[in-house]
């Protein structure tokens, strides 16, 4: 690796690095009609970059062949303006090992995969399809640059998610719920009966529940809301190729919140489904804090090495790839909203005619600040108490609005897995947050 990096020099180039990737994952999928195992073995393979007269020049390989420098500075080309952050010197590993060790054969995790899919179908008479899957994904990257800087990580990323529909007369109802993890086999860290017990009472709600009054509304949002407004409406305009010609660049420094609005994004986080784990990016930054809104005021970007120097910010540790394949994109990692003072109820009680907002279902944003979210479980509210149920149910506005219109933020904090999609990559993250009363068009 060392010698690769050293030959790249000698062909002209002012910084090369190496990325290595080896993943084993097994995935499995489960209907009321089929088994499918989706994924099983293991991919390996490196991705060597390099810079030289102020362009990158790139080669990914998965068996060496020994003309990978020469491929990888032959392919540099542009229009000579890349400057990026240089490091010092490191040499670190990062490993973590799960809570219990579990190495289950692919037939046991079929069987799983199975029983749960037989749970939620007994769970409620009117469910007509369950899909099921389970996953894990052994990770072990390498950094390695002319900087002298070697990284190695070792770590694990679980998960099972559960997708049900039913149906009563002409009403039809879709409910999902995923768990994921990073500390093991997720049977193993969660109770997935409670998981179960989710998608039931969704199911259950949105066939009892009635559309929303349509306009302007009190809501309370809870923790997946929050953090999928974090990471949908916020992030996305956070990161600095988005940022620097975007609104939220514009309003660096500006106040748009009050002062117990903090959203922050984090390559590590002390939770068990922050998934988006990443104690160094795919560059070999180490992971810091990003706090996007610091007190209510427009505060950081978040940048990759280039635009790190573009910015003149201090490297975040947000430059990941998929896989060894895959260019490097600014992306998010552990996305949240933090805890404010209030409680759940003090939240609740001041509300006379509202909503509660549990968890999203979709949506979608725009780079102008617009979003709208579809909602999967929410609650009607009336004098402070739940009243009723919801379906059929979404909410939209304008980002930078609706943070300016939030009142009371809880000390209550959760935080729940996904996977961002952008540039046509897919990297797992999370998103979480406090519940919080706001006030946003639903419909």
Not at 286 to 291: A, I, M, N, Q
Request: hydrophobic share 35%; aromatic share 8%; proline share 4%.
């Amino acid at each position: 690796m060392l010698e690769l990096l050293k030959r790249a020099e000698g062909l002209g180039a002012i910084f090369a690095d190496l990325r290595t990737y080896d993943v084993d994952e097994t995935s499995v999928y489960v209907t009321e009609t089929t088994k499918q195992v989706t994924s099983l073995g293991r991919e390996a393979g490196s991705s060597l970059r390099v810079l030289v007269n102020g362009n990158w020049g790139y080669y990914s390989f998965s068996k060496s062949t020994g003309d990978e420098a020469e491929r990888a500075v032959n392919s540099a080309y542009g229009d000579e303006r890349i400057n990026i952050v240089f490091l010092p010197p490191k040499r670190d590993r990062v490993k973590v090992l799960p809570k219990k060790e579990v190495n289950k054969s692919v037939e046991e995790i079929m069987r799983d995969a199975e029983k749960i899919k037989e749970a939620v179908m007994r769970s409620h008479p009117s469910v007509k399809s369950v899909n099921v899957r389970i996953f894990i994904s052994k990770i072990n990257k390498g950094y390695f640059s002319t900087e002298e800087r070697e990284i190695e990580m070792s770590y694990s990323i679980s998960g099972v998610s559960i997708r049900a529909t039913a149906r009563e007369g002409e009403v039809t109802a879709s409910a999902s719920a995923s768990l994921s993890t990073h500390l093991g086999y997720p049977l193993e860290v969660f109770d997935v009966n409670q998981t179960v017990e989710v998608v039931r009472k969704r199911l259950e709600n949105q066939l009892k529940g009635r559309p929303p009054r349509g306009g302007d509304a009190d809501v309370v949002l809870a923790p997946d809301v929050v953090g999928v407004f974090s990471h949908e409406a916020l992030g996305h305009l956070a990161e600095a190729d988005l940022a620097v010609n975007g609104i939220l660049g514009e309003l660096r420094g500006k106040k748009i919140a009050e002062d117990f609005v903090t959203v922050v994004d984090s390559g590590v986080l002390d939770h068990p489904m922050a998934h988006g784990f990443t104690p160094y990016d795919d560059e070999g930054v180490e992971s810091r804090e990003v706090k996007i809104v610091d007190r209510g005021l427009v505060s950081e970007m978040l940048v990759d090495r280039f635009y790190s120097a573009y910015l003149g910010e201090r490297p975040t540790g947000n430059g990941r790839a998929e896989d060894f394949r895959s260019p490097l994109l600014i992306r998010m990692r552990n996305t949240y909203m933090k805890p404010g003072s209030w409680s759940k109820e003090e939240l609740l009680k001041d509300v006379k005619s509202g909503y509660l907002l549990v968890s999203p279902l979709g949506g979608q944003t725009s780079p102008d600040g617009t979003f709208q979210f579809g909602i999967q479980e929410g609650y009607v509210i009336e004098n402070g108490e739940i009243q009723g149920t919801l379906r059929n149910t979404a909410i939209s506005g304008y980002t930078i609005e609706t943070l300016g219109k939030i009142t009371a933020v809880s000390k209550d904090f959760d935080v729940w897995p996904g996977h961002c999609g952008k540039g046509g990559q897919s990297v797992p993250v999370s998103t979480g947050g406090p519940y919080i009363r706001v006030k946003v068009k639903v419909g």
